[in-house]
Each structure stands twice: as structure tokens, then as C-alpha cells.
């Protein structure tokens, strides 16, 4: 490797080079090294180097500092070995593994995620870099990103949309040889065209490509395609689909790029596999011949265990938008018959059951959403079956979390003092993470404690910031959490707030609660936080319930409602809270992600078994809520007893668990748990075995 040079102009491209790649936000030597330009713009700037090294006075005055200087000598050379590194997965795989997604959850500065599904995709991209998978990422660069919360005094989530500065995203321009921005076009309906820029972020060795339809080439009502996610209206939203799908089949064809798989991340992409055939028939192939050798590559994974939640048209709107396949000779019964359903022609045309067809292999994210799933599509896709004369499977891959980026640095630490710092080469092996049986309890608890009161310090300075530029009432203040204490066991309920996820459910019996919560010996804290879809009115109206339960004085300030739920904000409250409380309706919870974070870093998950949490509860990692088969009560009975069990747990096993200490003030039984949730989750719920996974049971067959 050439040496490196210290001139100041070497130093500024170094830094550049990596502010503007990702690896930096999941290695500490990295944003340590950020963090000694600015303290105070770093965090400022919620840990974006890009908002640093924009600051020209702040780096010349950092590059005069022989100690930032070494640090950053060996952050580049590591950074630079890491990106070198060739796995068995890079020799092994010539062509690329093609996965898109609507969303990408990969750090707060880049808003072009809207929850789990967009973390999830973010933390695949991550991992497929650290093991070395040749893959590519493709999305949307929404400039409004998702819908900011801001909540009212009276408790109703105002939806806010807010254009994001790309300035200071960890996002360039794709430029070809002579600095141009590369843009691309799709056929459209009927003499019309869809026009984009490409964007790049750089995920260590990842490339993500995001599509931009605001561009000047564009008609105004195409340039709003990629604004922001999830739009309600039905005729945008097919629009995006479609420039999702065919945009990023175009934007592979611009950059001489085969796919060897193409990945897509639940049914906002489905056009990307026909997309694959159009090309296919440009080049003479016969539409049947093209359908096969597509099918054979790809691979759907559905997260949505809710039929009622998937996307379908009518079929006029599919045949306006596909005009133009007329003039590759394509009859349009062949394109509805991908998205009909057989046993009920008229629900129009459904992009999941697209997804499925053009699929040689469909994933559930669980053992149990793949029953669920199963249960929904099963009689559907056996009447497909038999008319196409193939074999039509639903398999699983359980999701898991990127734990570089989400553990924690203070375990990280700990980890690397008594595992060995090459634990995480092995992260996904059982039998390292049995060594933290050999971290001292009172070190571990110390570190917890410290998460603690980070992440309630960081809530009342969200407090004082929305007091100071709102001049909110002291009541609402009170609900932003002013009262929380690092000493009080807390409870964390924090994930989009919809009516299936039964955010409410806690309150069942105020009464109840409220004893538990105000008890002067042993105060129970709750924290909630998570945003309700702009049309979902009934996830409002849960938010409205909290938050005045939160203003309350009945509760004491034992109640905190954490508005504006993002990335940034779930890094605080998986690692500083005590419990994770998770209780949505069963068997609705396809997976779920924030458990298994919060899990990693000894916070204990209290949950109703289903998804992922039915494969990771052992007795000793948590607690669980009800029994699988709670999924057959009637509504009402159902919720009384899973809401009188959480009453129950908290305080026959949790309250006493937690406030039993040793002469140390370490509550050691407790921190036994804390260690089992570590050791248990860790390696089986890694996006390491999780991506191992995928390529053992979908990806090595499809390169074949």
C-alpha cells in the first residue's frame, strides 16, 4: 500500500473520503476521530462528519494537531485494509447479489427511512460489506425523507414534512468521466417518460444507488415521484413502485452492471424482476424464455403477515402504466395474470403475489410469520402451482441486527476485554459470547447504568429544546419525560405506533398501573416513543391516549412520551432503558428487529411470543407474555390477559428482580439475566448468521 503522505491537501482528501463512507458510523477509532474536529458540532449535528468537514476552520486547526494527525494515519490504513479484504464470498460470487428496497435505515444524517424495514435493509447492506458479499443496493432519494412528529398540547401527532439538506448527507452525485450527473430514463404509459438522477452512498464496501425523479427533464407531477415515502394516494404510490423497480434495472443497465440475483425487500419493488424481463425481451428474447431465466434469479421477501396490507390496483391503472410492453409484443392478460388472484379475480392486481410469481424462492422474516404466511398465500399460491407446473415454496430466514452498529460502546468495550477484540470476526459463533459469563457483574452494571443516564440526559435536552422553541406548556414538558430517573427501573415501548401493535395496552387498568408506577419504595418508569402513519387514524388516537397519561400528575412524571421516533433516538433507548416491552396482537409481528438490539446490550425483552422473539425466549433472557396460542382468544379476553400478565410479571418478577442488591448496589440476579439476554441473542440474531442464511439457502443455488 503507497505510504501515506501528511501534506494538509492529503489530510483533507483522506477525511473526505472517509466522512463520505459509512464504515466510519459502525468503528469507534473512526468517530472517535470526528468526534476530536468538534465535540460540540458532532453532536450538533446528531455525529454527521459531513456537517464537520464542510467547517474548513475547524479542520485546519485539527491538522495542526500531530495526535489527530496519527489517528487519522491509522483509521485510514485500517479502513483501507478493510476495503482490500477479499472473503471466500467475493471469489465465490462473480455477479452481484441486486437488493431493493424502499428504504434504508443506515444513519440518522441520510433520512431516506421511515422505521424497522428500512433499518433492517440498512443493516444488510452493512454486513454484506463486513463479509466481504459482492452487493449492491437500490432505493430512493426522498428528499422529505418520512413524516416528522411533532406532538400538540392536547396529545394529536401533527404530521410534518420538511425538505432534508442533501448538503450534509453521506450522499454524492453519480458523475461520469467528465463530471456530469449520470441520470437515466424509463418508458412510461403512453408516450411518456420517467426521468432520474443516480445518487451513490458508499456502505464500507456496499454501493446503494438512489434514485431521484427531481430533475428538470421531468414533468412536474413525475419530479414528486421519489419525495417523500409511503405516500396514501394510490396512484403515486403505483408510480413509485414502478420507478423503484424499472428505475434501478435502468440504473444497473447505465453502469454495465449484471445482476447475478435480484433481492427484493417486500412487494415496493416489484417491478424490478419485469423490469429484468423487458430488457431481456429488447435483446430478442422470448417473453416466456425471459419470465424463466428472471424467476430463476430472484428472491421475495415479504415481512407483511396483514393481507389487508398489501398493495393492489385495478387492473386499468396496470395497463396505463405498462403501455409501452405492447411494443415488445407482450399481451397484457399475460402481465395481470402475475398479479391476479385466482380464487378471487376481482381484488385487482396484487405487486405480493407479482412478487411471488416471478420469485424462484419466497422468505418469511420467522419461523412463525412463515406459518402465518403460509396460512395467508398457501390455497392461493397452490391453484398457481398447479397451473404453472412448478413447485411454489415458502421458507424462512429469521432477521437479525448489524451488531457493530448497534451495540453500544461501553459493552463493546467490555466485550473486547474479556472475549478477546476478535470476538467480532466470530460474532455469530455460540460458544465466544459464553465468556461473558467472565465480565464482573458490577462492571457490567456500571456500563448499563452509564447507557442509563445517557439516554436520559439526551431526552431532557429534547425537552428543554422543544420548551425553549415551542414554549410548550409545563404539562407537555412533564410528557416529554423532565421527571425520568436513571435510579427508577424503566420500561421502553418504542416501534411505529399502529392499532395491531396494541401500543396502548399497559393502560388497560389505569388503576393498576398507577399503583405500580408511584410506588415510593419501588417507582416503575415508562417511556414511549414512535410515530402513527399520516393516514392512520387510530395510531394517533393511541398516541393521544399515552400522551395525556403522560401529562397526567396522577402518574407523578413516571410517564414520558418521546416524540419525533427516529434512529438516532432508538440508539439512546435500546441501550439505557431496563426493559423492552413488546405486545403486539399475535400472530401479527412478522419479526421484529428493536427487541433483539435492545437484547445485545442486557436490556431484558418482555414480549408476547411471536415472531422472532418465539425462537429467542429460553426462561432465562427475558420474559414472555401469553403462549402462542393466545392467537385464538376472542379480541377482548385476549388483551385482558395479556394486560393483566404484564401487570403481573412487572411486579411479582420484575420489580423484585431489579431493586434486590448486593453491599455493591449491583443487583446481581438481574445482571445474570442481563448476560443470558447478551449470550442467547447475540450470535443467533446477528445480520452475520442472518446473511449467512440467506446465501447457504437461497443465494449459492441461484449463482448456479
Same mark, same amino acid.
Given at each position: ?351 405480493? $403475489?407479482? +412478487?411471488?410469481? #416471478?420469485? *424462484? ?9 412463515? !406459518?402465518? &404466511?403460509?396460512? =395467508? ?77 445517557? $439516554?436520559? +440526559?439526551?431526552? #431532557?435536552? *429534547? ?9 410548550? !406548556?409545563? &404539562?407537555?414538558? =412533564? ?226
Amino acid at each position: 500500500m503507497e505510504e501515506i503522505k501528511n501534506s494538509a491537501e492529503k489530510i483533507k482528501e483522506m477525511l473526505n473520503e472517509l466522512a463520505y463512507n459509512l464504515w466510519w458510523s459502525w468503528n469507534p477509532p473512526a468517530k472517535r476521530l470526528f468526534r476530536l474536529i468538534s465535540e460540540i458540532v458532532w453532536k450538533e449535528s446528531k455525529e454527521n462528519p459531513i456537517a464537520i468537514i464542510k467547517n474548513e476552520e475547524l479542520v485546519e486547526k485539527a491538522i495542526e494537531n500531530k495526535n489527530f494527525v496519527d489517528l487519522l494515519n491509522f483509521t485510514y490504513l485500517q479502513f483501507k485494509k478493510y476495503m482490500e479484504r477479499i472473503t471466500k464470498y467475493t471469489i465465490d460470487f462473480e455477479k452481484p447479489v441486486v437488493f431493493f428496497s424502499a428504504e434504508y435505515g443506515l444513519h440518522p444524517s441520510l433520512l431516506i427511512y421511515a422505521g424497522g424495514l428500512g433499518l433492517l435493509s440498512g443493516d444488510i447492506l452493512k454486513e454484506s460489506s463486513d463479509i466481504g458479499l459482492p452487493m449492491i443496493g437500490i432505493g430512493f432519494m426522498y428528499p422529505q425523507g418520512y413524516v416528522r412528529q411533532k406532538i400538540r398540547v392536547d396529545g394529536w401527532q401533527e404530521d410534518i414534512f420538511l425538505s432534508n439538506s442533501k448538503d450534509i448527507m453521506p450522499a454524492q452525485k453519480l458523475l461520469d468521466e467528465n463530471g456530469n450527473w449520470i441520470k437515466g430514463k424509463i418508458e412510461y404509459a403512453e408516450d411518456e417518460e420517467i426521468y432520474f438522477g443516480v445518487w451513490v452512498v458508499n456502505v464500507g464496501k456496499t454501493k446503494l444507488y438512489l434514485i431521484d425523479t427531481n430533475v428538470e427533464e421531468n414533468s412536474p407531477w413525475n419530479r414528486d415521484i421519489s419525495l417523500r415515502l409511503y405516500v396514501a394516494d394510490r396512484e403515486l404510490r403505483l408510480r413509485q413502485q414502478f420507478a423503484l423497480g424499472f428505475g434501478g434495472i435502468a440504473v444497473l443497465k447505465k453502469l454495465g452492471i449484471t445482476p447475478g440475483i435480484i433481492h427484493i425487500n417486500e412487494d415496493y419493488p416489484a417491478f424490478a424482476p419485469l423490469a429484468q424481463v423487458v430488457e431481456m425481451l429488447k435483446e430478442g428474447e422470448k417473453f416466456e424464455n425471459a419470465i424463466e431465466k428472471v424467476r430463476k434469479i430472484t428472491l421475495f421477501t415479504t415481512h407483511t403477515p396483514l393481507r389487508a396490507a398489501v398493495n393492489t390496483y385495478p387492473f386499468h391503472m396496470i395497463e396505463e402504466h405498462l403501455t409501452f410492453l405492447k411494443d415488445y409484443g407482450v399481451n397484457m392478460k399475460c402481465i395481470f395474470d402475475l398479479g391476479v388472484n385466482p380464487l378471487n379475480p376481482s381484488e385487482g392486481f396484487n405487486t405480493t $403475489l407479482m +412478487s411471488m410469481r #416471478l420469485s *424462484r424462492f419466497t422468505n418469511a422474516v420467522s419461523r412463525k410469520h412463515m !406459518e402465518t &404466511t403460509k396460512k =395467508i398465500w398457501g390455497p392461493i399460491l397452490d391453484v398457481i402451482a398447479e397451473k404453472e407446473k412448478r413447485k411454489i415454496e415458502i421458507d424462512y430466514v429469521t432477521n437479525g441486527v448489524h451488531i457493530p452498529s448497534w451495540l453500544c460502546a461501553f459493552i463493546r468495550k467490555l466485550l473486547d476485554k474479556y472475549l478477546s477484540p476478535s470476538w467480532i470476526e466470530m460474532q455469530d459463533e455460540d460458544k465466544i459470547w459464553k465468556l461473558v459469563d467472565e465480565i464482573p457483574d458490577e462492571e457490567l452494571w456500571q456500563a448499563h447504568q452509564e447507557n442509563k443516564e445517557i $439516554l436520559i +440526559s439526551h431526552i #431532557l435536552d *429534547r425537552a428543554k429544546e422543544s420548551w425553549l422553541k415551542d414554549k410548550s !406548556e409545563p &404539562t407537555v414538558i =412533564i410528557a416529554e419525560g423532565v421527571f425520568l430517573d436513571p435510579d427508577v427501573l424503566t420500561i421502553c415501548y418504542a416501534r411505529r405506533m399502529t392499532g395491531y401493535k396494541r401500543p396502548s395496552l399497559i393502560f388497560h387498568d389505569p388503576e393498576r398501573l398507577k399503583r405500580i408506577l408511584t410506588n415510593k419504595k419501588t417507582p416503575v418508569q415508562l417511556i414511549f416513543a414512535g410515530k402513527a402513519h399520516p393516514a392512520d387514524i387510530e395510531g394517533k388516537k393511541a398516541i393521544q391516549t399515552i400522551f395525556n397519561f403522560a401529562k397526567n400528575p396522577d402518574f407523578e412524571g413516571n410517564i414520558a412520551y418521546v416524540e419525533d421516533y427516529d434512529e438516532e433516538l432508538a440508539h439512546y433507548l435500546v441501550r439505557g432503558v431496563d426493559v423492552w416491552l413488546n405486545n403486539p396482537i399475535p400472530p401479527l409481528e412478522a419479526s421484529g428487529t428493536s427487541g433483539m438490539k435492545a437484547s445485545i446490550n442486557g436490556v431484558l425483552h418482555l414480549s408476547v411470543l411471536d415472531g422472532w422473539w418465539i425462537e429467542g425466549y429460553n426462561g432465562e433472557n427475558g420474559w414472555k407474555i401469553g403462549d402462542e396460542e393466545d392467537a385464538n382468544l376472542p379480541p377482548e379476553e385476549r388483551d385482558r390477559k395479556h394486560a393483566e400478565e404484564i401487570y403481573n410479571i412487572i411486579e411479582n418478577e420484575i420489580i423484585p428482580l431489579y431493586y434486590e442488591r448486593n453491599e455493591k448496589g449491583v443487583p446481581v440476579k438481574w445482571v445474570k439475566k442481563m448476560k443470558e439476554a447478551i449470550k442467547s441473542v447475540a450470535p443467533k440474531f446477528s445480520t452475520r448468521r442472518m446473511l449467512k442464511e440467506y446465501i447457504e439457502k437461497f443465494y449459492s443455488k441461484m449463482m448456479k
